[in-house]
């Protein structure tokens, strides 16, 4: 069994901590709550103006309707015989809903107070009935709005509903700020849909193109907005040139078999035949031989960006890769792979990946002081993923070039002195793995040694009787190492 590898979590110990992101929202909802601030902040300034603008009016209004009403009231009283002033009394407390009665010197009445409408009210009465005139709120403990008054220097007290005499307030404006602030919010969503379409129709076209679907890319160039339009228009056109570009390119790599590989078997044949000098003839072989294994890692560099993904079982691919390499003396391979594993990717695409790994740890991770090469292989299922990792034991990578190792034609110290390919083995690997839908993440072993993460999705389940189909040789291998 392979040693255990280092779980992602170990290997990025030692690296530094990224500051914690912050709180990100979408274009619409940033759009939405912004509107959304502006409309509760133009609501309750309204709000405010209103109460403003009304206070004044509405307070002398109220007090202008109670002074009358207890003029005319002492003026009936006054000019009435007393059995018509008790009918008057009566009248006037069933329809009206104004009471009047003597005040006692024993009476508990609380002063009208507490707003700035009740103050005002109270100042305004003064000035109309008199100095001597008392407003309250209640009188021995019965509510209401309270004047209290003389008729021929009898002291009465005048009743009358204080809802009368209050400004709209409580759950009345509850409800209307409830309707505005509900029709408002609605508002807010529409015009920050409005707003926010034309880019979410160009985010999706972006998306289309960075897979490669130009057809799907289009956007509509006949919208009434004049700046959506030229942004329509100038996308259509880039897609419309980059999609030229690909199919240019295409085109060109089709060529490069019959162009460049002909005139190398040529010059094969005709070395092999031609050179007498066995050393020189076995040179100029391996280059054109090198030549030919460059052409094939442009060409898998320039394959298309989509991929047909099916169910495949990753013991046999790994299993395939293996072999090809048991017999290689200088290559030592422990593999730990549950057979039962299936992710969901394409299988010939799948073994180039692992093979340009093996490839590449041949080469460059040789065990420090040997000329032999240990890889260890393991996978384990992750939820709806499987992490694959690779690891050699070799001397690793600085750290500061882990981060470009899957750029093309970049090379690390070694490849440098060591250059045998075009330096697009881990560029291949990075772009074929994010064709499948999976991601390639590598790192320094805690322990020495570079190591290859590859996380691809995981297919939980297959159809009873429809195991995954190979494309690939499949051999027994051995599954504690070949070497």
């Not at 040693?3 to 929202?25: F, I, Q, V, Y």
């Not at 005709?270 to 020189?280: G, Q, R, W």
Request: aromatic share 4%; hydrophobic share 45%; glycine share 6%.
């Amino acid at each position: 069994m392979p040693a255990p590898l280092e779980s992602p979590e170990a290997s990025a110990e030692n690296k530094p901590r990224k500051p914690r992101a912050s709180l990100r929202l979408n274009l619409f909802w940033r759009t939405f709550f912004l509107l959304a601030l502006l409309l509760a902040g133009s609501i309750l300034a309204w709000l405010q103006i209103l109460r403003v603008l009304e206070f004044e009016p509405r307070s002398l209004q109220m007090a202008q309707q109670a002074a009358s009403l207890v003029n005319l009231s002492r003026a009936a009283l006054v000019h009435a015989d007393p059995i018509a002033r008790v009918s008057l009394i009566k009248t006037m407390a069933e329809q009206e809903g104004v009471r009047i009665m003597p005040r006692e010197p024993g009476d508990r009445y609380e002063p009208l107070a507490g707003s700035a409408l009740a103050r005002r009210l109270t100042e305004e009465l003064a000035r109309r009935l008199g100095p001597d005139t008392i407003v309250a709120q209640s009188v021995n403990g019965e509510p209401g709005l309270w004047v209290g008054f003389s008729i021929n220097g009898d002291p009465n007290w005048l009743r009358m509903d204080q809802a009368r005499f209050s400004l709209a307030g409580g759950r009345t404006w509850l409800i209307w700020l409830a309707m505005v602030g509900l029709l408002s919010l609605a508002g807010a969503a529409v015009i920050a849909r409005l707003i926010n379409r034309p880019l979410k129709q160009l985010s999706y076209a972006t998306s289309r193109v960075r897979e490669g679907d130009f057809a799907a890319s289009h956007l509509d160039e006949n919208v009434s907005t004049s700046e959506v339009r030229e942004v329509n228009i100038g996308f259509n056109r880039m897609a419309e040139r980059l999609a030229k570009l690909e199919q240019d390119r295409a085109v060109m790599l089709a060529g490069i078999s019959h162009d460049l590989r002909t005139p190398l078997a040529r010059l094969r044949l005709e070395t092999e035949m031609s050179v007498t000098d066995e050393v020189a003839r076995a040179h100029m072989v391996a280059d054109i031989v090198q030549l030919d294994a460059t052409i094939d890692k442009f060409l898998d560099y320039a394959r298309p960006d989509h991929a047909t993904l099916t169910p495949v079982n990753l013991h046999g691919v790994v299993s395939s890769c293996v072999y090809a390499l048991q017999n290689h003396h200088a290559v030592q391979i422990r593999m730990a792979v549950p057979e039962d594993l299936n992710v969901l990717a394409d299988e010939v695409e799948l073994a180039r990946v692992i093979s340009n790994l093996l490839e590449n740890a041949r080469r460059y991770g040789k065990t420090p002081g040997t000329e032999i090469t240990q890889v260890d292989i393991a996978a384990k299922a992750q939820d709806d993923w499987v992490l694959l990792r690779l690891r050699d034991h070799g001397p690793g990578v600085p750290p500061e070039q882990l981060a470009n190792l899957t750029k093309p034609f970049f090379r690390g110290d070694a490849a440098r002195t060591a250059a045998a390919g075009a330096g697009l083995g881990l560029s291949i690997v990075d772009k074929t793995v994010q064709r499948m839908g999976g991601r390639l993440t590598l790192a320094n072993a805690r322990s020495g040694g570079l190591e290859a993460q590859i996380r691809l999705r995981r297919v939980l389940s297959l159809p009873p009787g429809e195991d995954p189909q190979p494309r690939l040789q499949r051999p027994a291998v051995m599954r504690h190492g070949a070497s």
